[in-house]
């Protein structure tokens, strides 16, 4: 059985948001939600400062704080490894989100996309609402809706159940790549099955030496980082006292 | 005789009213969703949810002082051990109806039991507290028909105070065992909650009979409150003990998040750098309840009760809130470094409509159901 893992280089990235307005597309994801995200962090004093971007989306840990602690199961792990979440199942409680040491897990606070639910024209007589313009386009609930995301979970989840990244099993299903790797224009998102030692996310972390978010906490997390960009140089030097 | 019907009818028509607002609470609640309330991805569990710790916690306290003569048999106990176990349950209904109003989809509740994981604490605290329930509910029926003593009851009454020991070490565990905020990580929120529940049920039960004595002639002797009064000093001080214990540890360890929850703690305010709430809700009424006279008194016996009480929830939502007070990982792209919380009136309508509920569950039980009863 395959175990998937996505390995992200940070050398490739050039933090463009690509993979998270990919993410938005495939997945119906509401505003205010985050399935892919980034940590970023601006290190030093001018002129000797440096920004880092990190790129994030769920883990997919082999021990799971969100799925041990999903009271029914809602939050459950498939057998290649995706954390998947079953919202007929979720009673919103919120502990995963509460328990996820990442942060990659939203709460749907109300019924999402209200945008596009507002019955309001911009100019009365000369424009269309945005709930008009849906069902011009004869979607659900955004006019970029994608149907395809219903295959396996709630094409739109509805309010009060959490929602978070899939790596996109409806896709792997079809045997596709995730939309963020397959829409990343600098290819540094790499995805495959870890099991298999010929696979380019197996060589990858076998050639460079990868890092993973909070590893202490022993979660086991499935996204690597490897490489980090950094254009930098300085004269050598040994310092001084 | 006709003031207190009037008073009644008064206290009748007020839960009344209260309850109305709560139906239109609980009705806002699911046609709009939780937006209502003043959280956000940060801070996920608020009022509400503090609220029903608070009382499920005082609950297990009351179970655990119905024990004393239920299980341990201290038999001059006995005229009190029919209204602990009424106030267990009406207390517990409260903190039913607050964690009902908090959850986001309460109708899939149902796969709580078609698909339990066993590895939830969560799951854990609401089976054992559904249990508690029902234990309860059929213990307090057998002595109300005057079946204190069979094998079965006897059973039940052992069986409720072992689920009430257990329940408040799940709470506590559901904290316990959360990866991503080390603040909270470990066995020490697990034992903080036993001993907070032991407190804090005991505060119920003295402020609540204090005032029944006041309104009413439940022919029970004051002096017996004394020993309550008592029990609750040592209640206190072992939380007082434990508290001083925490904050100990919590200010010798150099381990970051600690440090970070060092600057977001005091919720409350504080005074001379410690806890608000601690001073004025654990400490000043132990401190009162060290000096007899004011133990023995009526008035001592109510003001330190109600200080426990009122400082209790203030405790718990402290813990709660920051624990949760700043972003993990990507979430401090969207919000700020420290997350300030207030609740909305929705969350105060949460908290209101679960107070009436245990409330009217007080006065209808007290009015009807003989509370001081003794077997014969």
Not at chain 2, 171 to 194: D, H, Q
């Amino acid at each position: 059985m395959s175990r998937y893992a996505m390995v992200i280089d940070l050398q490739r990235c050039v933090g463009c948001g690509s993979c998270s307005i990919s993410c938005r597309n495939e997945n119906n994801v509401p505003e205010g939600i985050y399935w892919s995200n980034k940590i970023t962090e601006t290190v030093g004093t001018f002129p000797d400062v440096r920004y880092h971007y990190i790129p994030t989306l769920c883990n997919h840990c082999e021990y799971a704080p969100c799925v041990r602690g999903c009271p029914t199961k809602a939050m459950h792990k498939l057998d290649n490894g995706i954390t998947m979440h079953d919202p007929k199942k979720c009673i919103g409680c919120k502990y995963c989100e509460f328990n996820c040491p990442y942060g990659v897990i939203y709460f749907n606070w109300q019924e999402p996309h209200q945008f596009w639910r507002n019955q309001k024209a911009l100019f009365q007589g000369g424009s269309s609402s945005p709930r008009d313009e849906v069902k011009k386009v004869g979607a659900e609930k955004t006019p970029y809706f994608n149907p395809e995301r219903g295959a396996t979970l709630a094409a739109n989840r509805p309010k009060g159940v959490v929602e978070k990244c899939t790596f996109c099993d409806h896709r792997v299903q079809k045997n596709l790549l995730p939309r963020c790797v397959e829409a990343c224009p600098a290819n540094a998102r790499v995805f495959g099955d870890i099991e298999d030692p010929k696979s380019d996310v197996s060589k990858l972390l076998g050639k460079f030496r990868p890092f993973r978010l909070r590893e202490q906490i022993g979660t086991n997390p499935h996204v690597f980082y490897i490489r980090g960009y950094n254009p930098a140089q300085y004269r050598p030097t040994k310092g001084g006292v | 005789m006709s003031a207190k019907k009037g008073l009644y009818g008064t206290w009748m028509a007020v839960l009344g009213f209260a309850v109305l607002i709560g139906l239109y609470t609980t009705y806002k609640l699911f046609a709009d969703g939780h937006v209502l309330f003043n959280t956000n991805d940060v801070i996920l569990w608020s009022l509400p949810l503090g609220v029903y710790i608070y009382l499920a916690l005082a609950s297990s306290g009351l179970t655990i002082l119905a024990a004393l003569p239920l299980v341990f048999g201290i038999r001059k106990y006995e005229p009190f051990a029919k209204r602990l176990v009424f106030l267990a349950i009406a207390t517990l209904c409260g903190a039913f109806v607050s964690i009902g109003l908090e959850l986001g989809n309460i109708f899939n509740m149902i796969y709580i039991m078609l698909s339990p994981n066993f590895s939830s604490p969560i799951w854990w605290m609401g089976a054992i507290y559904s249990v508690e329930l029902v234990v309860l509910v059929v213990k307090f029926a057998l002595m109300h028909k005057g079946d204190w003593h069979s094998g079965f009851s006897k059973f039940l009454a052992t069986a409720s105070f072992i689920l009430a020991l257990v329940a408040p070490l799940m709470i506590g565990s559901v904290f316990g065992i959360t990866e991503s905020r080390v603040t909270y990580f470990g066995p020490v929120m697990s034992i903080y909650c036993l001993l907070m529940a032991f407190m804090s049920g005991t505060a119920l039960f003295l402020f609540y009979s204090m005032v029944v004595n006041k309104l009413t002639e439940n022919g029970v002797p004051v002096e017996m409150y004394d020993e309550f009064a008592l029990i609750f000093t040592y209640a206190t001080a072992v939380v007082v003990g434990f508290t001083l214990l925490k904050f100990a540890i919590e200010s010798a360890t150099v381990i970051p998040e600690f440090l970070v929850y060092h600057q977001f703690e005091h919720a409350f305010g504080s005074i001379r750098g410690l806890h608000t709430e601690v001073l004025l809700g654990l400490f000043l009424p132990f401190v009162l309840l060290l000096i007899p006279s004011v133990r023995a008194s009526a008035g001592g016996k109510i003001i330190a009760s109600l200080l426990i009480l009122i400082g209790t929830l203030f405790m718990h939502m402290e813990i709660l809130l920051a624990g949760q007070s700043h972003p993990v990982g990507p979430k401090a792209e969207q919000y700020p470094e420290f997350i300030k919380y207030f609740p909305s009136i929705w969350e105060f309508l949460v908290f209101s409509f679960a107070l009436t509920i245990m409330l009217i569950l007080y006065t209808l039980g007290e009015r009807y159901l003989k509370l001081t009863e003794v077997p014969e």
